[in-house]
């Protein structure tokens, strides 16, 4: 089935530690998308690629990077300048804008809780 | 910037009422406007969307929403509600061209409580 898969669903991370997110989908999609969410905070965008080899920052991109080497692929690195890193994650992506709406399909998350 | 209020936390609601989900929001030029559904520890799963034409727009699970130009609102409505509707639900708004496309905001969400 088409669709996005996250993984790990759930990691756990000491201070310090850099860690990495793994989102990949089979939908075809151009642009995809990382989300933060946080408990009544509704969801902040990082960072977001409308193309393969190329992204942008987003609403809070600090002490977070991605890459886009590949169409399906879209990794998110956590890393030790991140403050506070504890949070559901959420990869999403969707058609470009302008071909459709852009409605996004999202993953089902992973959740970092640094120890 | 773009921007989605939704103004109640939370709603509770009877099984068997209608249930109304608010949302109001604020974009340069014409918007595409979209409601989520999150159940505890999911991804958001896609329930409708406005993108021109008919006010009343229908999508998943017996859902409609309401586009309202005027008050710049696109409220989530369903006749008859049921227990398992119970979950977060969100609202969020992009514009339909121009800087920021690519942005879909969100509002920060509504719990939606149905009682049996």
């Known amino acids: 089935d088409g669709g996005i898969t996250q993984s790990p669903k759930y990691l756990f991370r000491k201070e310090g530690q850099n860690v990495t997110l793994s989102c990949e989908q089979n939908l075809n999609h151009d642009a995809m998308y990382w989300y933060r969410q946080d408990p009544g905070q509704g969801l902040r965008l990082i960072y977001y690629?409308?193309?393969?080899?190329?992204?942008q920052k987003g609403d809070i991109a600090e002490g977070y990077s991605v890459s886009r080497e590949k169409k399906e692929s879209f990794p998110l690195t956590v890393t030790s300048a991140q403050k506070n890193p504890t949070a559901f994650y959420l990869c999403a992506s969707s058609l470009t804008p302008g071909t459709g709406a852009g409605e996004l399909f999202f993953g089902e998350g992973s959740r970092l809780t640094v120890l | 910037a773009q921007s989605v209020a939704q103004p109640e936390d939370q709603v509770n609601v009877a099984e068997g009422n209608p249930l109304t989900v608010k949302c109001t929001y604020s974009v340069s030029g014409n918007p595409y406007l979209f409601w989520y559904v999150q159940y505890p520890n999911r991804g958001l799963q896609f329930l409708l969307k406005?993108?021109?034409?008919?006010?009343l727009v229908k999508g998943s699970y017996g859902f409609e929403a309401e586009f309202n130009k005027s008050q710049t609102s696109f409220h989530l409505k369903k006749p008859s509600a049921l227990v398992s509707d119970s979950a977060l639900y969100f609202c969020?708004?992009?514009?339909?061209?121009?800087?920021?496309?690519?942005?879909?905001?969100f509002g920060k969400g509504t719990k939606l409580s149905v009682i049996p």
């Open positions: 406005y993108i021109t034409g008919d006010n």
């Open positions: 690629s409308q193309i393969v080899n190329d992204f």
């Open positions: 969020a708004v992009r514009p339909f061209s121009g800087a920021g496309s690519y942005q879909l905001t």
